[in-house]
């Protein structure tokens, strides 16, 4: 298995700039979560996804960010417009609830740093 | 809410030693699951060690360990027999029991463990 593939792995950009963010979670995994670490408020989750739809978005800092999932296979973290407070790394990560089970593991990305000067 | 808390931000032992990491979490929730990660300077988050609330008995992974105490809300990592690859930084996280849900973090912990 190929793992959580996100890309970029490092970004920089200008403050006022519009940054997307995207991962492919593990095939068959059912859902997806995005999580930011910063410094100062260490690792949060921002928004996760079931089936597509998101089910928790109360993470989500405010309205200048967005997250999609098209299809079962792509997600994007967009930010628009960006600003320095902004910079962290950001992490994607993809579990399948399997029948019978109340827990399943979230397998993790790589994550992006994402720098806004 | 839930808050999951680490009061150590850095610790140190020497290889082959023994390192106890400490958590503490508050929840209403009778049943939940804990977890510690790991986060080595590739940025990687990679999971060490899971404990199910319900269980009494406290989980181990090799040299990894938990000492679990449910009343005091306590979630420890033992870590023997340090290696020079255990230096990382330590993820205790909290997830509520029921279908799937979101990890609650921790501050961290650093590790150095030195020759």
């Known amino acids: 298995d190929a793992g959580v593939i996100q890309s970029p792995r490092h970004e920089v950009t200008e403050m006022g700039q519009e940054v997307t963010l995207r991962c492919k979670p593990i095939?068959?995994?059912?859902?997806l979560f995005w999580y930011r670490q910063t410094m100062m408020r260490g690792l949060e989750l921002l928004i996760y996804?079931?089936?597509?739809?998101?089910?928790?978005d109360s993470g989500m800092p405010e309205d200048r960010f967005s997250a999609k999932m098209p299809n079962a296979s792509f997600s994007t973290l967009k930010i628009q417009p960006s600003e320095p407070r902004d910079s962290a790394v950001y992490f994607c990560?993809?579990?399948?609830?399997?029948?019978?089970?109340?827990?399943?593991?979230?397998?993790f990305g790589p994550g992006t740093r994402l720098t806004v000067l | 809410a839930q808050t999951v808390t680490q009061s150590q931000p850095e610790m140190s032992v020497q290889e082959a030693e023994t390192v106890t990491l400490s958590c503490t979490y508050d929840?209403?929730?009778?049943?939940?699951?804990l977890f510690w990660y790991k986060q080595p300077p590739s940025r990687q988050m990679i999971l060490v060690i899971r404990?199910?609330?319900?269980?009494?008995q406290n989980a181990t992974e090799n040299r990894f360990s938990v000492n679990f105490q449910k009343a005091a809300k306590s979630f420890s990592l033992k870590i023997s027999d340090s290696q020079l690859g255990d230096t990382a930084m330590y993820f205790c996280?909290?997830?509520?029991?029921?279908?799937?849900?979101?990890?609650?973090f921790g501050t961290g912990t650093r590790l150095q463990v030195f020759p």
């Open positions: 996804f079931n089936n597509n739809v998101p089910i928790d």
């Open positions: 929840t209403s929730e009778s049943n939940y699951y």
């Open positions: 990560a993809s579990s399948l609830l399997a029948s019978g089970t109340t827990y399943n593991e979230q397998f």
């Open positions: 996280a909290f997830m509520r029991s029921y279908n799937t849900d979101k990890l609650i």
């Open positions: 095939s068959g995994h059912d859902y």
């Open positions: 404990q199910e609330a319900y269980k009494q």
